[in-house]
């Protein structure tokens, strides 16, 4: 007998020699990094209603029909039938995963119901007096995720009752009442669940936070000038800033923001109106199950998660040579006037990268070391890395670029993890999937740059990457913000001249604007609902200030801002003020000529008009918008 | 294997799978095998120990792939016809073992079993619970979990040592 019937192959294993195989198998795709030490939880129970298993077991049934079904189409080999049984498997599998997800869910009323005791204490302690309310006690999230926050809430909540909230009587000093307050709640929010701990107190000074976040070296004086408070109080989630003496109202708050982006979740730290603080986290509803970006690389597939993903890049070949630049030894590639570090992901996984020869199609190993060389036949054929001088390589890259094949051109997913943002040059990129993550094997814990892996759809396996730990193997770290450097003002000087690229914009449905694309800092989109009406202007709320919006209408004699609720507000900055252009989409870009009509249609705010794509588009002057609404602004001394 | 003669003290024969790794003879207690196959698909890991060859699918659990011969120091297996994948359940999840080929299913008596000699087949003596001689061949029975442990830093070594012997004598 060669080999042993599946039945009579049952293992014996001790049971005391493996604790944590029952956790391991039955929650793998939960964790991101499974530690030994903490798989001690063999034991460990769930409560679920007697209804949830009932239907579970409906559906097993309903599986095991469709399986059978599916065996008996399959005999016959009958296609039609095959579809059917197909969407069938499709819709219980869904309906079942949906289940037992539910069946891992727990209220977060389970750790939050645990604080008012520690609270208490550190009143009693203290002599404080403090009132902690909770409210979204049903709040449902994983029971993983629910495991893994416990202890960073814990230190937020205790931070904010220890350091947060004063004595009574310095509190009726500064005009509080007696009792503090600490607002701790749960809700859900875009698919996410968003907890906040708010507290009366006193906010933690930003200035000193800032302080010694420079130093210790985790910005620089420079950029820390440019901060805005917020900013500024957000630094005390860097990791490896200590303040336990300085501002030890947010101490250890570096480990709790990683506990956190572990979750894939984002945290946040702000001021309260009446003078306290807000920290505010943000965590998916669950792990087991995250979007990913699939992306290949010498023919193997990797994942990467979505909250990691910042955006996918892809320069022509012919564009290489001019974007690609090197800062000391480090590739960059310029993006929108920034300067982004570059990673071969085969490098920093030490793959072998290979290249498919455009003229006899076979696959030889690719020996550049830089990406905008070029590669030398020479080289290739005579197996020695051929050293050029430093002028050799200078008259190379002068000469045209003979790159054109579509095979060159340059793949890059944008990957944020902390503060570092990186670009990592792929083969090619594919589809975006929901994928279900499983640990990897013990003896693969040493390849830190995985967090696990996934089975896809052909059955095959693929790596999820683990973006931070890249990042440090590529020796990346921090090194996003050292590259802040003012590129892409010639750039942007070069095409005055020649071309503009208009944005392309409507406000009503007929009547198309369009405004020169380099005047636009930013443009993002709203709900009506965001839009307050203060003493007489229009303002919203936008990265931790207002911003004052301002429509076409109140200038120039168009039709007003139709009645959409998903709104574009594009922002502008004229002398230091920022102001925020309502309009509604759908936009686009085009490149035009100097050919603005500025006769027929101009008026206060329209600097002309100009045809694209056979319709007449209005082009807004936002510089004569902006000074015939704020006229006080035009004076270099403004209001602020 | 200890575990499984502790579980049953009164079975009074094994059933060994063997295989070959590289040149030598080895067994596997068959009860510690979930199933063999042929390596149909595999992935590779960048950068892990040269003794994992990659990873593959069972059946919706990823399954790493252990070169048993390169694992024992050895040199590699390559790959070929008569390549197969072990997969067997060690202490912490199953792992496969890629042999150079299968033998025979052999019956031995349980207490016929000897201590392993210091040099068996130039595989390290640590990885073997004991030797079975039959007419025609000696058969290495190899100590599944103490091959799966995690690399050969001393450390690790004298730890599963130990603990090994407080059991296996019990």
Redesign the interface.
């Given at each position: 007998?060669?080999?042993?019937e599946?039945e009579?192959?049952?293992?014996?294993?001790?049971p005391e020699?493996?604790p944590?195989?029952g956790s391991?198998e039955a929650m793998p795709a939960l964790t991101y990094r499974v530690d030994d030490n903490d798989g001690s939880t063999g034991l460990e129970a769930i409560r679920v209603q007697v209804s949830l298993l009932d239907s579970l077991m409906t559906l097993a049934g309903e599986l095991v029909l469709s399986r059978n079904q599916l065996l008996q189409t399959i005999t016959v080999n009958d296609l039609k039938c095959a579809e059917s049984v197909g969407q069938r498997i499709d819709l219980i599998t869904s309906e079942l995963q949906e289940a037992i997800m539910h069946a891992r869910m727990q209220p977060i009323g389970t750790i939050f119901d645990t604080l008012p005791g520690v609270v208490n204490d550190i009143a009693d302690v203290t002599g404080k007096r403090i009132e902690l309310s909770i409210f979204g006690r049903d709040v449902e999230l994983d029971k993983t995720i629910i495991d893994a926050i416990s202890a960073p809430l814990l230190h937020l909540v205790r931070r904010a009752a220890e350091y947060g909230i004063d004595s009574p009587d310095q509190r009726s000093v500064q005009d509080k009442p007696r009792q503090g307050t600490i607002l701790l709640g749960a809700l859900h929010e875009a698919g996410q669940v968003v907890i906040e701990i708010k507290d009366d107190g006193v906010a933690p000074d930003s200035e000193r936070i800032a302080i010694e976040a420079v130093r210790s070296e985790i910005v620089s004086l420079e950029q820390c000038q440019g901060l805005s408070d917020k900013e500024k109080l957000n630094l005390a989630f860097s990791p490896g800033l200590c303040c336990a003496d300085s501002v030890p109202r947010v101490d250890g708050f570096g480990d709790v923001k990683a506990a956190i982006d572990k979750l894939g979740g984002q945290i946040e730290i702000d001021e309260f109106a009446v003078g306290g603080t807000v920290v505010s986290v943000r965590l998916p509803l669950t792990l087991a199950i995250i979007p990913c970006q699939v992306i290949m690389s010498e023919d193997?597939r990797y994942a990467i998660p979505q909250a990691n993903l910042e955006e996918l890049l892809r320069i022509p070949a012919i564009q290489v040579k001019e974007r690609i630049e090197l800062v000391g030894s480090a590739e960059v590639v310029r993006l929108r006037g920034k300067l982004l570090p570059l990673v071969r992901l085969a490098d920093v996984?030490?793959?072998q990268r290979t290249y498919i020869d455009p003229d006899d199609d076979e696959i030889r190993v690719d020996r550049r070391l830089r990406i905008a060389d070029r590669r030398s036949r020479k080289a290739d054929s005579e197996d020695i890395p051929v050293i050029l001088d430093q002028e050799d390589l200078v008259s190379r890259r002068e000469a045209p670029d003979r790159r054109q094949s579509a095979n060159s051109a340059l793949n890059i997913v944008v990957v944020s993890a902390g503060n570092c943002t990186y670009g990592l040059i792929v083969d090619s990129l594919q589809d975006s999937e929901e994928i279900v993550i499983?640990p990897?094997?013990?003896?693969?814990q040493?390849?830190r740059?995985?967090a696990g892996?996934t089975?896809m759809g052909n059955?095959?396996?693929?790596?999820i990457l683990d973006v931070a730990n890249l990042a440090a193997m590529a020796q990346l770290t921090l090194m996003g913000d050292h590259l802040n450097v003012q590129a892409g003002d010639s750039e942007a000087t070069e095409n005055v001249e020649e071309n503009h690229s208009m944005l392309i914009f409507r406000c009503a449905e007929h009547e198309q604007f369009g405004i020169r694309l380099d005047q636009v800092e930013r443009i993002e989109k709203i709900k009506r609902g965001d839009i307050e009406n203060l003493g007489g202007k229009r303002v919203m709320q936008y990265r931790g200030g207002s911003l004052n919006l301002i429509g076409i209408d109140e200038v120039a004699s168009v039709q007003p801002l139709a009645e959409h609720d998903d709104l574009l507000i594009m922002v502008f900055s004229y002398q230091e003020h920022s102001v925020g252009l309502l309009a509604c989409g759908p936009i686009d870009t085009r490149e035009i000529g100097n050919r603005i009509d500025d006769t027929s249609l101009r008026q206060p705010g329209i600097a002309g008009s100009v045809i694209i794509d056979g319709q007449t588009t209005m082009v807004v002057d936002i510089d004569e918008m902006v000074g015939r609404l704020y006229p006080e602004w035009s004076t270099s001394s403004g209001r602020r | 294997m200890h575990?499984?003669r502790?579980?049953n003290g009164q079975r009074q024969t094994l059933e060994l799978?063997t295989f070959t790794v590289g040149k030598e003879q080895c067994g596997i207690d068959?009860?510690?095998?979930?199933?063999?196959n042929k390596i149909i698909?595999r992935?590779?890991?960048?950068?892990?120990?040269d003794?994992?060859v990659g990873?593959?699918?069972l059946r919706?659990?990823?399954?790493?792939i252990?070169d048993l011969c390169k694992k024992l120091g050895l040199g590699k297996t390559e790959m070929g016809e008569r390549t197969r994948n072990i997969v067997v359940?060690s202490?912490?999840?199953s792992?496969g073992l890629l042999v150079s080929s299968?033998g025979?299913?052999v019956v031995v008596e349980a207490n016929s079993m000897e201590q392993a000699p210091a040099n068996l087949c130039s595989i390290e003596h640590i990885y073997f619970t004991g030797v079975f001689k039959t007419e025609t061949q000696i058969i290495g029975l190899l100590d599944i979990d103490k091959v799966?442990s995690?690399d050969d830093c001393a450390m690790t070594q004298s730890t599963t040592e130990q603990g090994s012997t407080s059991h296996g004598k019990n």
């Open positions: 007998m060669h080999q042993p599946n009579t192959a049952k293992p014996i294993t001790h020699l493996n944590d195989k391991n193997e996984l030490e793959i499983k990897l094997d013990r003896h693969l040493q390849c740059g995985y892996a089975i059955g095959r396996i693929a790596l | 575990i499984t502790m579980r799978a068959i009860l510690q095998i979930q199933e063999i698909q992935t590779p890991i960048p950068q892990a120990p003794y994992v990873v593959f699918n919706g659990r990823i399954v790493t252990v359940n202490f912490d999840g792992a299968i025979d299913m799966m995690l």
